[in-house]
């Protein structure tokens, strides 16, 4: 008989929402004038339909699967060429960023590869994860099996919580205590807060002095009015040398259906095997320049090229543009 991943056994995700849901009924029949007013942190999703420009890349894509001439089959692995440079293009260098194409990854989106990333890190890292936070980050680590079990209060041992509240006015500072690889999202799903310039240098400064890694989720960045507020972890110096940056087509382009998102993994970010060696986490840089054992079959696991490859398709190259 096959063996069970006994880390799933930990898993509360399935009572967290009911208990949500429990909750908000209890207060919403004790306050029934402030129930109207009632802000829902739970699972929720996106109200708008696609924009039109990305439907008309959809049918075109469709069309062009559906003759013998403009027929392909299997896309690259990393996504295709046009999206990933559309994006850096775009999203980052535009905007004075440093990022080239090849440091794009395309995915079936956000969530998919907060969880993917586990595979290119080890298993010994200390977590450290903001608290509330969106669920991903946390489940996700209890099923690769990098944390304890869960406490009566539905934390898990061995994740190190980073506390948002109103005294931190929800952006918490870098702790005492040393953690190899840290969440960050921002805006934040569920508080909505934002991270300043000298907020995120700060968590930069950390990473640095603690050769940690910021894994910075920027799902929301579309979000962003005010022109002080950093789009990007990449817009603060020193983050290409110690951050990942997630982001997702699903809210700004109501694709949480369609799925497609992206990474960003720059060339010059260094991991340590556990004899001390330092390795880049970039696959085409640690293939390429380092020991291809390292990245092992991260091509086939770590970014999902089937999904990519459709959903870079469906982009059209300039689709949500
Ligand atoms: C913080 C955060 N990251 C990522 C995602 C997921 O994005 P995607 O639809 O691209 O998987 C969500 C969705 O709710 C989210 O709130």
Known sequence: MAFLNENY???QAGYLFPEIARRVREFSEQNPDAAKRLIRCGIGDVTEPLPRAAIDAMKAAAEELGRRESFHGYGPEQGYEFLRSKIAQFDYRDRGVDISD?????????????????????????????????????????????????????????????????ENNFVPEPPREHADVIYLCFPNNPTGAVASRAQLAS??????????LLLFDAAY??????SAIPHSIFEINGARECAIEFRSFSKTGGFTGVRCGFTVLPKSLLAQTESGKKSPL????????????????????????????????????????
Request: glycine letters at 12%; proline letters at 3%.
């Open 9 to 11: 056994l930990k898993l």
């Open 102 to 166: 090849d440091e794009i990854f395309l995915s079936d989106g956000s969530k998919c590869d907060c969880g993917h990333i586990l595979d290119i890190l080890g298993e010994q890292n200390k977590i450290a994860i903001t608290d509330p936070v969106y669920p991903v980050y946390v489940d996700t680590n209890v099923m690769a099996g990098h944390t304890g079990p869960v406490r009566a209060d539905g934390s898990y041992e061995g994740i190190l919580y980073l506390p948002c509240t109103v």
């Open 203 to 212: 968590w930069i400064e950390y990473a640095r002095e603690h050769n940690a």
């Open 221 to 226: 960045e579309g979000y962003i009015s005010d």
């Open 282 to 321: 970039h696959f085409d840089r640690a293939l390429h320049g380092q020991r291809a054992d390292l990245a092992g079959g991260s091509d086939q696991r770590g970014f999902g090229s089937t999904w990519r490859h459709k959903c870079a398709l469906y982009l059209g190259g300039n689709a949500i543009r």
